[in-house]
């Protein structure tokens, strides 16, 4: 899938995106015409006995151009060829259909957003430098003086966590290089400041890094609307309770993990990217990355007295422009005469069940 050059990171390397096939909500994928004397189409044909596109035919290119002679228009729309066994897939697309991908406010969605079941997460990357303990240098093959240990506080496979990956879209954020850092002299002491030290940045960050991905579980089905819109997890804040007082721009948060009582030398919970202030908690080397923003996080939030009648993304209500404004019978279905007297309260072992 990459394009044959060097990039600063994996991602930048991407040649075939989701949309290259499936389009977007008003894009449909783009196609050129094979010709004979072309001679990269012709190349790609080739390459692959099973590949059936001839002269005339419509095939797909990538958004950076690339010609995929495999996925083509047939009578009965876009197929993809399987260059293993020659099975025609139909590829379904995605372009002005009225349905979840053209719900208003979910433009800068990257598709693997919705249809990403799960990333991998990797929590508290512990390093110790034992000098009572020699270890060995690969390059001499001599041993020296110190020995490295690594260990993590806990690996998941788990529900993702969202925010701004490195094309400013709304894409899904992992742990990076989370290192907490020891050092033991030989007598066995902890040489001080080096206790679980973390290492702060020039920009008032540290090294426990998160960074965007692409992780590669792709499922059919999408999880619920409260799922993201009232999930503290998925919006960057942390596993936990978030408490939402409606009709006011107040946040406040329970977190489930106490990371000081742990003995991580951090005031907020492993997997929160961002606070209820908006203050950015974790490094980014990707450009352009981020966590969501506060006023991002409020829009997410927004919508949260609506979920409990309009749950469903057919409804019609998805179709209009956001913000959504509370009508009286709003009101009434949820028994807030005032909605600055109304408090939802979202605890994520109810909003995390997935519908897959």
């Known amino acids: 899938m990459g394009d044959g050059r060097i990039?600063?990171?994996?991602?930048?390397?991407?040649?075939?995106?989701?949309?290259?096939?499936h389009g977007t909500d008003s894009q449909p994928p783009q196609t050129i015409g094979v010709q004979r004397n072309d001679p990269l189409v012709q190349t790609l044909i080739r390459s692959s006995p099973l590949v059936k596109a001839v002269d005339g035919d419509e095939i797909v290119i990538t958004s950076k151009g690339r010609p995929l002679p495999h996925v083509r228009k047939t009578p009965r729309g876009l197929c993809l060829t399987s260059k293993l066994t020659g099975k025609e897939h139909p590829v379904t697309v995605v372009t002005g259909k009225k349905d979840a991908h053209g719900i208003k406010g979910h433009a800068r969605l990257e598709c693997d957003s919705c249809h990403s079941a799960w990333s991998p997460q990797c929590y508290g990357c512990h390093q110790v430098l034992d000098f009572g303990r020699e270890g060995l240098d690969h390059l001499?093959?001599?041993?020296?003086p110190g020995r490295w240990a690594e260990s993590r506080s806990?690996?998941?496979?788990?529900?993702?966590?969202?925010?701004i990956n490195s094309r400013g879209r709304v894409g899904i954020l992992v742990p990076g290089c989370q290192v907490w850092n020891t050092v033991v002299d030989a007598a066995g002491e902890i040489v001080q400041p080096y206790v679980s030290l973390i290492m702060p940045l020039k920009n008032g960050l540290n090294s426990v890094a998160v960074g965007p991905v692409h992780p590669h579980t792709t499922v059919i089905q999408v999880p619920r609307c409260v799922d993201c819109h009232l999930d503290p997890k998925a919006m960057g804040l942390g596993e936990g309770r978030l408490r939402l007082t409606l009709g006011q721009d107040h946040l406040l948060f329970l977190p489930a993990y106490d990371s000081s009582a742990s003995g991580l030398k951090i005031d907020f919970p492993p997997e929160a990217v961002v606070d209820t202030e908006g203050r950015q908690l974790r490094s980014t080397s990707h450009k352009l990355s981020r966590p969501f923003s506060l006023a991002e996080i409020r829009k997410i939030t927004a919508i949260a007295p609506c979920l409990p009648c309009h749950d469903r993304y057919d409804d019609p209500i998805r179709q209009k422009p956001v913000p959504y404004a509370m009508a009286e019978p709003c009101r009434r279905a949820l028994d807030a005469p005032a909605p600055q007297d109304s408090m939802v309260e979202i605890i994520p072992i109810i909003v995390g069940k997935k519908n897959w």
């Open 7 to 21: 990039h600063g990171h994996m991602d930048d390397q991407i040649e075939i995106r989701c949309e290259d096939c």
């Open 140 to 144: 001499s093959q001599r041993t020296t």
């Open 154 to 163: 806990y690996f998941r496979h788990a529900r993702n966590i969202m925010g």
